[in-house]
């Protein structure tokens, strides 16, 4: 009977051709992870560039009333646009005749006319007017600045291209105090005729956010910086404090000051928000290239 004799071949670790082979694969492994590793490492440790928008120095303006007053106010900076208006409640006027005088018969010969004012609480479009900053123009004083005085809110509406995270605010004139109260934009869909006739607590729930209210804004130990929480937005409203958003402030003082908030809106800045790789795709090509090189170390 013929004898079969049977070969095993056992891998030799100690062939340099080998040894070689499996060194070069796994050099070329640690340099894929190490690419991976440096490069979502990178990505999710940059820091967004602030954009800073000089209020003061429109691009365009709409809506024109005089050199000063506009409806709208444009602007542009690192490809990003901006557009400024102003909103607050407006003024009813209540006219009526009381009889001053009567005659024997008892039919009123003269009449007297009243005019009196009232605050609307409905929301409206104003003027926006630029001096050391922006303010929302309206009949009642001052009429120059964003203000809160007896109820009638004042508030910038920021409509930005794109989604942007608010960082800071540069305040011009004022006058006692800049406590100010933020809003953003969380639904579907706002087109700026959403505001009207609303009042200012029916906003929040209804496609807006509070943000936070903030004591002297620029003013004091505030140096302007808001939104710690890093909402972001591609509208924003801003004004002068306003009760019915809460009385609970956020920053360096958690206290709203004494008095009536008067002030220009002089800057704004902003950053795009950074985009992190999502964990999933990362973990994914890492252990796409492991199973590779483990694969072709066992063919060798």
């Known amino acids: 009977m013929a004898r ?16 070689l082979n ?14 991976l590793a440096i490069a ?7 820091n967004a560039t602030p954009i800073t928008f000089n209020l003061t120095s429109p691009d365009s303006r709409s809506g024109i009333y005089s050199s000063t007053y506009a409806m709208q106010y444009n602007y542009e900076e690192e490809d990003l646009g901006l557009a400024v208006t102003g909103w607050s409640y ?11 005088k009567y005659d024997r018969k008892g039919a009123c010969k003269e009449w007297k006319t009243t005019t009196t004012t009232s605050l609307n609480e409905a929301i409206e479009q104003d003027y ?25 809110y004042d508030m910038h509406l920021l409509s930005f291209d794109e989604m942007v995270k608010l960082t800071a605010l540069d305040i011009g004139w004022y006058q006692t ?12 869909s706002f087109d700026n005729s959403s505001l ?18 903030y004591y002297n804004v620029d003013n004091g130990p505030n140096n302007g910086a808001v939104n710690a929480g890093g909402i972001t937005s591609q509208y924003w409203l801003v004004g002068a404090y306003n009760s019915n958003f809460g009385n609970a402030f956020t920053g360096p003082n958690v206290d709203k ?6 002030y220009k809106l002089k800057g704004v800045v902003v950053e795009r928000p950074v985009k992190i790789p999502e964990p999933g795709t990362a973990l994914l090509l890492a252990m796409g290239l492991l199973g590779l090189t483990l694969a072709r170390r066992r063919t060798i």
């Open 128 to 152: 926006v007017g630029k001096w050391d900053g922006l303010g929302v123009e309206k009949t009642d004083t001052p009429n120059h600045a964003v203000d809160n005085e007896a109820g009638d």
């Open 90 to 100: 407006g003024i009813k006027t209540t006219t009526t005749k009381t009889c001053k």
């Open 177 to 188: 105090d800049t406590d100010i109260s933020i809003l953003a934009f969380n639904g579907t």
């Open 257 to 262: 000051s004494k008095g009536n908030d008067y």
């Open 196 to 213: 009207l006739g609303k009042k200012w607590q029916d906003l929040i729930g209804n496609g807006w956010q509070l943000v936070g209210n």
């Open 22 to 35: 499996g060194l070069s694969s796994m050099h070329s492994l640690k340099l894929a992870l190490a690419g």
């Open 4 to 19: 079969k004799l049977l070969i095993v071949q056992i891998p030799n670790n100690d062939n340099p051709l080998n040894q």
């Open 40 to 46: 979502f490492g990178f990505i999710s440790t940059a």
